[in-house]
C-alpha cells in the first residue's frame, strides 16, 4: 500500500496547473501546497493583480513558496503591496521580491 504522506510521495499530479492565468508548480506535488498556491492565486486575481504574477512555485523541501512577478513590480508599490496581502492571507511562507515572509496563517 502507498503511503499518501511520505515527504515525497506525489498526492496529486499536476502537470500545467494554470489558475487566474498563473503558472503553479509543486516540488513533491502535496495538494496542500496546491490548495494554498490556488488560494493565493483566486486572491490575487479578486485584487486585481493577477496579471502581474508570472508564476508560483512551492518548494515542498524547503516549505516556501516562490512568487515570481512581473518586472514593473518594485517593491513597495501599489502591485507589490496587493500581491504581498494576497501571500499574507494565504501562504504560510512565501518569497516575493528577495524578501521571505510568513504569513498571517492561523
Request: glycine share 8%; hydrophobic share 40%.
Amino acid at each position: 500500500m502507498k503511503d499518501w504522506f511520505e515527504e515525497k510521495t506525489h498526492q496529486v499530479e499536476q502537470y500545467g496547473i494554470t489558475a487566474f492565468g498563473i503558472p503553479l508548480t509543486s516540488r513533491y506535488h502535496k495538494a496542500d501546497e496546491i490548495i494554498s498556491m490556488l488560494q493565493f492565486a483566486q486572491s490575487v486575481a479578486r485584487r486585481g493583480v493577477a496579471h502581474y504574477v508570472t508564476g508560483v512555485d512551492y518548494d515542498s523541501k524547503a516549505t516556501i513558496c516562490g512568487i515570481e512577478t512581473a518586472d514593473t513590480v518594485s517593491l513597495g508599490d501599489p502591485v507589490h503591496q496587493q500581491i504581498h496581502a494576497a501571500a499574507m492571507a494565504t501562504l504560510s511562507q512565501f518569497m516575493l521580491l528577495g524578501d521571505t515572509e510568513i504569513g498571517n496563517l492561523e
